[in-house]
């Protein structure tokens, strides 16, 4: 990571409350603008904790957070999704009752749907223009999940925090997901994404961040990471063994 | 990790075509054509079914507001009487001051009066209903029993207002001379007003309808009642979504107020209380959150308690239970459970 | 020996402690001190509300569970002694029969309603309970043959404790020793016996498991099915202890209609005297109801003595008339539940932690 450019989202010493329990016990992390930052770990670790304070779903009691150098710590989650922050939950977040169109419609918060750009979606989920017109409730979860990322990626956004996009689905699905989240990386939009599938990681990720009880243990390239067995092995233990 | 709970995807055939919930609509036939036997006699079944289908309708001019603040935010309003009640007297008022208009045979013109004081009662609850929001609910969003006790003691005070305003006297509430009677269709005799309130009920049914299913504000309810946090997550405000909503909904109980004043012909500050009973039950029954099933439920006990009135007055809030406990029987959340998350 | 009838929960202020003293030794001074049908009335209804409002407080405060069914169980024991009484004549058998009956229908309807919705959601408990009362209310002025309807019952009470009865021609420090001081000793005692009953259960391993569960819920709407049970298990005692509660008044009033306790006003009533009085703290509801039923006779008074001084004002005069007391006290329940969560036991406790810390 280059420390002499800012960095497109920082957070600094975060610690965030949910009731009576402490999940994040101070979270710094840095993520660069353009490319794909990885957010590893085990379960439990305060990664989707992490989105979610960083997407002010929940709030962060102490430390705070920065998106292009400006502090977000105390915004409310529709003026961080203003800031062209698109997140894609772990739930996937599908309005069930609502069609695929209206679905996407929604997701295009600045003005009607972009023909061209929905073509280039259709590229890689075509199952969506499929079910166009269908309740969203009806696609399987692998479609879902493209629908949950399509939505984040209707209009331009500058970051993109997706939340285990890959859990659940069918390798050839997987597939699908790494091709997207690169067209969107070269579109130069900044993605941090967070996995448990180090497979799926590897193949995907620029720089990588890993967590463990509330804090990040380790920052640096995925490169490294991937040449290193030993340092995987202290660092993600159990995500070896789903290494294929 | 594990890739044996992987999911396959789906071919186009694998997709089942929409399943349309048509069931709990069909209760409706059902239970009129049901009733016929019942009741005996063809044109006290017709008078019944009418009486039935507008108290229906009022109801659910009161109920839709309250299910779908509920479902948008999570807040029972137990207070939501107190816009009824409000809706009821201001809608007196307004009648009495329009008393030309009323007295006049000029069907424009009773209904003009009509018109105002529907319009006077939406307005006065609908900005009553910002405020209660505002002192009422906002400091206890989440605490739900917090809300319940709050929103009760809210409605305590309110009520004491209207009665420091109105006195504690019942007020009549005469309808409009070209409204009063009946039409006579052989032996069927239908109260105009009964026919006016369907004919309202049903037009704002289908605004409320059009609105929710075909315009952005419409889909970005529906998609808050499913999953507030997502709505937000994409960046609208649901908040000022949810203050629309309650005003909303509170100026259509004002409304329903006014409307039910006319259909008893007479005002009580008990009017609100009374009706809250019957509001829980249509929410309930419907789904809490679902407009769609709120319609269903506020027709269906509409129509039954006057069904039930007639053959048996003894039961007749009773009968509304039981419908209750019967359909939660056979779905516990309700006719048409909302899907969250 | 009073640490161990209190079941170790003292009052915990000095302030709160000297306050009961002289609400316990006001009621059973009262006919003494402040003779009179008036005044023993008061005194009777004092006693009978804490029963009732204690009731209720084991599910609002201590459980976390709002019903407004609660003056239905109320309603049930009154009309259980009423019916029995005019049906099987004024014998201590009615009595038992009617009690018996009413515990025994409370008991079901509690149990029923609770498994059905306490299962769901907790806001539906409170949603489903309102129209239970509401129609069980109507169904109570229908069936008019048995329940008087509108107009209630007026029955006959064993001769014991009815007013025919004497003890002696003499009186004793100005009162009338006759069934009617019987039955007010009656009515006191048994009171002061069931609140005591009911402190014991709030401080036994039960009532701990239920503070547990109120505290624990956390927004959480997935009930599990040991917390319905408990919680159920709350509901039917909370109702059990309504219907005796309702039992004594009917005894003591020798009248029951649906104004006197099955209505709304009354239930509203409860709810008042439980907030401001201080949730979850059963001596809110000693505190409560013998401010709530003073205020009821004195603070109507007073009103009166503003609302001359103010009654030029159009809205304002209006809200000092003397009927619109509720007013006031509703604003009052709102406050509390913003801002002292435990009414004013929770405040007069507070006042004295403070206190004890300072000196420390």
């Known amino acids: 990571m280059n420390s002499s450019v800012q960095p497109l989202l920082a957070l600094d010493g975060v610690h965030t409350h949910i009731g009576p329990y402490h999940i994040l016990h101070g979270v710094d992390l840095a993520v660069a603008k353009g490319g794909i930052t990885m957010l590893l770990g085990r379960n439990g670790a305060g990664k989707t904790t992490t989105l979610r304070t960083v997407m002010g779903l929940w709030h962060a009691s102490a430390g705070t957070i920065r998106f292009d150098g400006n502090d977000i710590s105390e915004f409310a989650t529709?003026?961080?999704?203003?800031?062209?922050?698109?997140?894609?939950?772990?739930?996937?977040?599908?309005?069930?009752?609502?069609?695929?169109?209206?679905?996407?419609?929604?997701?295009?918060?600045?003005?009607?749907?972009?023909?061209?750009?929905?073509?280039?979606?259709?590229?890689?989920?075509?199952?969506?223009?499929?079910f166009w017109l269908q309740r969203a409730g009806l696609l399987s979860g692998g479609q879902k999940q493209m629908l949950s990322i399509a939505r984040a990626m209707v209009e331009p956004r500058r970051l993109l925090l997706v939340d285990e996009p890959s859990k659940g689905l069918a390798p050839a699905i997987i597939q699908n997901l790494i091709v997207a989240f690169g067209a969107l990386r070269d579109e130069g939009v900044t993605i941090l994404l967070v996995e448990q599938n180090f497979n799926f990681a590897s193949k995907l990720g620029d720089t990588v961040a890993v967590m463990d009880n509330g804090r990040v243990v380790h920052a640096g390239t995925m490169a490294a990471l991937v040449a290193d067995p030993e340092l995987q092995a202290r660092l993600l233990g159990l995500s070896l063994d789903s290494h294929q | 990790m594990s890739m044996s709970a992987a999911i396959a995807p789906a071919k186009v055939e694998d997709l089942p075509a929409a399943p349309r919930d048509w069931l709990?609509?069909?209760?409706?036939?059902?239970?009129?054509?049901l009733a016929l036997p019942l009741v005996g006699s063809f044109p006290t079944w017709a008078t019944l079914t009418i009486a039935g289908l507008a108290m229906g309708l009022i109801i659910f001019l009161v109920a839709s507001g309250l299910t779908l603040v509920f479902g948008l935010m999570d807040v029972m309003n137990f207070g939501h009487g107190i816009f009824v009640a409000l809706g009821a007297f201001v809608g007196v008022t307004t009648i009495s001051m329009l008393g030309g208009w009323t007295a006049?045979?000029?069907?424009?013109?009773?209904?003009?009066?009509?018109?105002?004081?529907?319009?006077?009662?939406?307005?006065?609850?609908?900005?009553?209903?910002?405020?209660?929001?505002?002192?009422?609910?906002?400091?206890?969003?989440?605490?739900?029993?917090?809300?319940?006790?709050?929103?009760?003691?809210?409605?305590?005070?309110?009520?004491?207002?209207?009665?420091?305003?109105?006195?504690?006297?019942?007020?009549?509430?005469?309808?409009?001379?070209?409204?009063?009677?009946?039409?006579?269709?052989?032996?069927?005799?239908?109260?105009?007003?009964?026919?006016?309130?369907?004919?309202?009920?049903l037009a704002i049914f289908a605004a409320m309808f059009l609105l929710l299913n075909r315009t952005k504000l419409g889909l970005l309810i529906r998609a808050g009642v499913q999953d507030r946090e997502m709505v937000e997550a994409l960046g609208y405000r649901v908040r000022f979504l949810f203050i629309g909503v309650f005003a909303a909904g509170s100026a259509l109980a004002g409304l329903g107020g006014t409307m039910f004043g006319l259909y008893q012909e007479l005002v009580t500050t008990a009017i609100g209380a009374q009706m809250m009973v019957l509001i829980f039950i249509v929410i309930i029954i419907g789904g809490l959150g679902s407009v769609g099933g709120c319609f269903v439920g506020a027709l269906l006990v509409g129509l039954a308690s006057n069904y039930i009135g007639f053959v048996a007055p003894k039961v007749n809030l009773?009968?509304?239970?039981?419908?209750?406990?019967?359909?939660?029987?056979?779905?516990?959340?309700?006719?048409?459970?909302?899907?969250?998350? | 020996m009073l640490n161990n009838m209190l079941s170790r929960d003292l009052p915990r202020s000095k302030l709160l402690a000297a306050i009961l003293l002289i609400i316990i030794v006001g009621l059973l001074a009262t006919p003494f001190v402040f003779p009179g049908a008036r005044s023993l009335n008061v005194g009777a209804k004092i006693a009978v509300f804490i029963v009732l409002a204690a009731s209720y407080d084991l599910m609002l405060g201590y459980t976390g569970i709002v019903s407004f069914a609660h003056t239905m169980f109320f309603g049930i024991g009154a009309y259980g002694i009423g019916i029995a009484s005019t049906q099987m004549g004024p014998t201590?058998?009615?009595?038992?029969?009617?009690?018996?009956?009413?515990?025994?229908?409370?008991?079901?309807?509690?149990?029923?309603?609770?498994?059905?919705?306490?299962?769901?959601?907790?806001?539906?408990?409170?949603?489903?309970?309102?129209?239970?009362?509401?129609?069980?209310?109507?169904?109570?002025?229908?069936?008019?043959?048995?329940?008087?309807?509108?107009?209630?019952?007026?029955?006959?009470?064993p001769e014991l404790i009815s007013p025919a009865f004497s003890l002696s021609d003499e009186k004793f420090l100005g009162a009338n020793l006759d069934g009617k001081l019987i039955a007010y000793y009656m009515v006191v005692l048994i009171s002061g016996g069931l609140f005591l009953l009911m402190l014991r259960i709030v401080n036994s391993p039960f009532g701990r498991v239920l503070m547990a569960i109120r505290d624990n819920d956390f927004r959480s709407e997935a009930i599990g099915y040991r917390n319905v049970t408990y919680r159920s298990l709350s509901s039917v005692l909370a109702a059990v202890f309504a219907t005796l509660a309702g039992v004594l008044y009917a005894l003591w009033l020798r009248y029951n209609g649906p104004g006197t306790t099955l209505s709304f006003d009354i239930m509203i009533d409860v709810l008042l005297i439980v907030v401001i009085g201080g949730m979850g703290t059963l001596y809110g509801a000693v505190v409560g109801s013998t401010l709530f039923n003073i205020a009821q006779g004195y603070l109507q008074d007073l009103l009166k003595l503003a609302q001359g001084n103010i009654d030029s004002l159009p809205v304002i005069g209006a809200l000092f008339h003397p009927d619109r007391w509720l007013f006031w006290l509703g604003l009052l329940f709102v406050l509390s539940v913003y801002f002292f969560p435990f009414g004013i036991v929770g405040k007069l406790r507070a006042g004295a932690l403070a206190k004890t810390r300072r000196s420390a």
């Not at chain 3, 309603?113 to 509401?134: C, G, K, Q, Y």
Request: proline share 5%.
């Open chain 2, 104 to 201: 006049s045979s000029s069907f424009a013109l009773n209904l003009a009066a009509i018109g105002c004081a529907g319009l006077a009662a939406a307005v006065v609850a609908g900005t009553v209903g910002i405020a209660f929001e505002r002192v009422m609910v906002r400091p206890v969003y989440g605490l739900h029993l917090k809300q319940i006790l709050v929103t009760m003691g809210g409605m305590i005070v309110a009520e004491q207002v209207i009665l420091a305003l109105w006195g504690p006297e019942a007020r009549p509430m005469m309808r409009p001379a070209s409204l009063q009677g009946s039409f006579i269709f052989g032996d069927v005799a239908i109260e105009k007003f009964r026919l006016l309130a369907v004919c309202l009920g």
């Open chain 2, 318 to 341: 009773f009968s509304s239970i039981l419908l209750m406990v019967l359909i939660l029987l056979w779905r516990p959340q309700g006719l048409f459970p909302v899907a969250k998350r």
């Open chain 1, 78 to 130: 529709p003026d961080v999704a203003r800031l062209d922050i698109a997140y894609v939950p772990e739930n996937m977040g599908i309005f069930s009752d609502l069609t695929v169109r209206e679905n996407l419609f929604l997701a295009a918060r600045k003005g009607p749907l972009d023909a061209a750009r929905l073509d280039w979606i259709f590229g890689f989920m075509p199952a969506l223009k499929t």
């Open chain 3, 92 to 157: 201590w058998t009615a009595v038992a029969a009617g009690t018996l009956a009413a515990l025994i229908l409370s008991t079901v309807l509690a149990l029923g309603i609770s498994l059905f919705s306490l299962r769901v959601r907790a806001i539906f408990f409170a949603m489903i309970t309102l129209a239970v009362a509401a129609a069980f209310m109507t169904m109570a002025s229908q069936f008019s043959d048995w329940t008087g309807g509108e107009d209630g019952l007026n029955f006959k009470v």
């Open chain 2, 24 to 33: 709990p609509i069909l209760l409706v036939p059902i239970l009129i054509l």
